[in-house]
């Protein structure tokens, strides 16, 4: 497969194959037949890492392949992990689309709700929020123990 290249510096245009392309650019030439399919047939569609090696602005845009009603006539779903906090803002999701997964003790795992959040005094999280600056302050968990990873008394010993 060839794919054309507009002019983009200096006039200059090239033909490449696929596997010349970005690791981004073939991530995504791979997943557009299985987001197509949700979309027409309204399937739900599961991605882990959605965001690994796409550009936080493409990882948008396709989100919003299935909040749009005019695109998404089918309801179809996107269901997916990502590390990217780009996207944790209540412009792209509203706060029950937003879960977590957390460790227990025995390693298993539990999922929650950013709506079943409660701060200190036992309020939920706002709609206006900064989610993903709370996030990153801790407030809703779900974050790496590095502590309980790695015996840091231990490195450099």
């Known amino acids: 497969m060839r794919i054309s290249r507009q002019p983009c510096l200096d006039g200059y245009s090239a033909e490449i194959t696929l596997s010349e392309e970005s690791s ?10 299985l987001i197509a399919k949700s979309l027409i047939y ?36 996107l269901i997916f992990t990502l590390h990217d906090l780009s996207t944790m803002n209540n412009e792209v999701f509203r706060r029950d689309e937003i879960w977590f997964a957390a ?9 929650y ?20 600056k709370q996030y990153l302050e801790g407030k809703y ?7 309980k990873i790695i015996d840091w008394s231990d490195v450099g010993a």
């Open 24 to 33: 981004e650019t073939r991530k995504l030439f791979g997943l557009l037949p």
């Open 103 to 111: 460790k227990g003790r025995g390693q298993n795992s539990g999922l």
């Open 42 to 77: 309204g399937s739900a569609l599961v991605i882990d890492e959605l965001d690994a090696k796409i550009h936080p602005v493409l990882l948008q845009y396709v989100i919003k392949l299935f909040t749009d009603m005019n695109i998404n006539k089918k309801g179809g779903q």
């Open 113 to 132: 709700s950013l709506v079943e959040s409660k701060n200190d005094n036992g309020e939920s999280v706002r709609k206006d929020t900064k989610y993903d």
């Open 141 to 147: 968990g779900a974050d790496p123990y590095l502590k």
